[in-house]
């Protein structure tokens, strides 16, 4: 069976930084794209970053240079380096992945908490 359970979120104040991740029950070569989304309170879920199978990374262009999206093959993992959080970060965030492997289809974990507050 195919998870990703996401870790890391937290209730942190403006201007630190965060580190989440998100680990695969499975190989995540499997996934040929795997990305981080965020949804707010009362907003629709939105696209923070992605990353293929060859380590090409794809941002939304408002967080570019604040958050930065890596993946660790040998550990299953793929993980959000996001700093100098805004009030506006506040969301809960989301990995996914996508796979043509059986079982083919689109992944999603349970999300993670993060919020920013002073």
């Known amino acids: 069976q195919v998870q990703l359970v996401e870790s890391g979120g937290g209730s942190v104040e403006p201007g630190v930084s965060l580190r989440l991740s998100c680990t695969a029950s499975v190989s995540i070569a499997r996934f040929y794209v795997m990305g981080w989304y965020r949804q707010a309170p009362g907003k629709l879920r939105e696209l923070v970053a992605t990353?293929?199978?060859?380590?090409?990374?794809k941002y939304t262009d408002s967080l570019k240079g604040r958050f930065t999206v890596s993946k660790d093959n040998a550990k299953n993992t793929m993980d959000l380096q996001a700093d100098n959080l805004r009030a506006e970060d506040t969301a809960v965030y989301y990995c996914?992945?996508?796979?043509?492997?059986?079982?083919?289809?689109?992944?999603w974990g349970q999300g993670t908490q993060v919020t920013v507050s002073s």
């Open positions: 990353i293929d199978t060859a380590g090409n990374t």
């Open positions: 996914n992945g996508k796979t043509v492997v059986a079982p083919a289809g689109i992944y």
